[in-house]
């Protein structure tokens, strides 16, 4: 993790950290084998990974789980967005580190029921002949 926070999970409305084994940074002693680790991920679940300048200086003040608990409508874009926002506001608009967040969805394995371009839930064929 390279001194980053660890990854924020949330599952049905609940964020919680992520404590995956600790590996060497990128480039750092290589060549270096990386540890691969499962990570139980269920349908519905948002994974948030984040820098530490999102959580340096007056960012620290904000309720960032309660923050990614109030996007989880949004697209994971949209929902990206909105916490750098947040965060460039909380800093007066003068970051001192870079503020980097990934947010992904995770769908299940199955076909995706989201327009990648808009966020919007797809409704397949048969859904749309029933509602008529």
């Known amino acids: 993790n390279a001194g980053h926070p660890w990854p924020l999970l949330m599952r049905e409305g609940r964020v919680q950290e992520i404590t995956p084994e600790a590996d060497m940074p990128f480039g750092l ?3 270096h084998s990386y540890r691969v680790q499962s990570l139980d991920l269920r349908p519905g679940d948002r994974l948030v ?9 007056d960012a620290g003040s ?3 789980s309660g923050l990614i608990v109030r996007t989880r409508a949004l697209h994971p874009r ?14 007066h608009g003068h970051l001192q580190d870079d503020a980097t967040v ?14 990648a371009d808009t966020g919007a839930d797809l409704i397949d064929a048969s859904e749309r002949v029933r509602s008529h």
């Open 29 to 31: 002693h290589a060549p």
């Open 49 to 57: 990974m984040l820098t530490d300048g999102m959580l340096e200086g």
């Open 62 to 64: 904000l309720d960032l």
């Open 78 to 91: 949209e929902a990206a967005r909105s916490l750098i926002a947040a965060i460039v506001g909380a800093h």
């Open 102 to 115: 990934m947010c992904l969805d995770w769908h299940g394995t199955g076909r995706s029921r989201r327009n």
